[in-house]
């Protein structure tokens, strides 16, 4: 059974840098598409950046875009999320998922039953 764990959540200022890691146990992130989610309080569920099995299909959120970097280490069974740029509106518990399919994960942001998710890492930009 595939587990998630995500980490490198933290209070930054706003203009900061943080490095999101989720990290794959027990199944491999091979043939997975692997997407970054977040969930603000009070607002719903907005996907961030998502990633191909091969990692040459890469999507981000408009509001993301260009502060934000997704990549993979298959080798290290691990994704990465830099963000950079920080801003307030970007505190919200971040999540990681997985699963086969790019298309309903990384293009329509909605995660099958399948999905596998991570527990969330709490990011806080805040002066």
């Known amino acids: 059974q595939l587990q998630l764990v995500e980490s490198g959540g933290a209070l930054v200022q706003p203009g900061g840098s943080l490095r999101l890691s989720c990290k794959a146990s027990?199944?491999?992130?091979?043939?997975?598409?692997v997407g970054w989610f977040r969930q603000a309080p009070g607002k719903g569920r907005e996907g961030v950046s998502c990633?191909?099995?091969?990692?040459?299909?890469?999507n981000y959120a408009n509001s993301v875009k260009g502060r934000f970097t997704i990549s993979r280490d298959n080798s290290k069974n691990t994704v990465y999320l830099q963000m950079t740029d920080l801003k307030p509106d970007d505190t919200a518990i971040y999540y990681c998922?997985?699963?086969?399919?790019?298309?309903?994960?990384?293009?329509?942001?909605?995660?099958?039953?399948?999905?596998?998710w991570g527990q969330g890492t709490q990011v806080t930009v805040s002066a």
């Open positions: 998922a997985a699963e086969i399919s790019y298309q309903y994960l990384c293009v329509n942001w909605s995660p099958t039953t399948r999905a596998s």
């Open positions: 990633i191909s099995t091969s990692g040459y299909s890469i």
């Open positions: 027990g199944l491999t992130l091979d043939g997975l598409a």
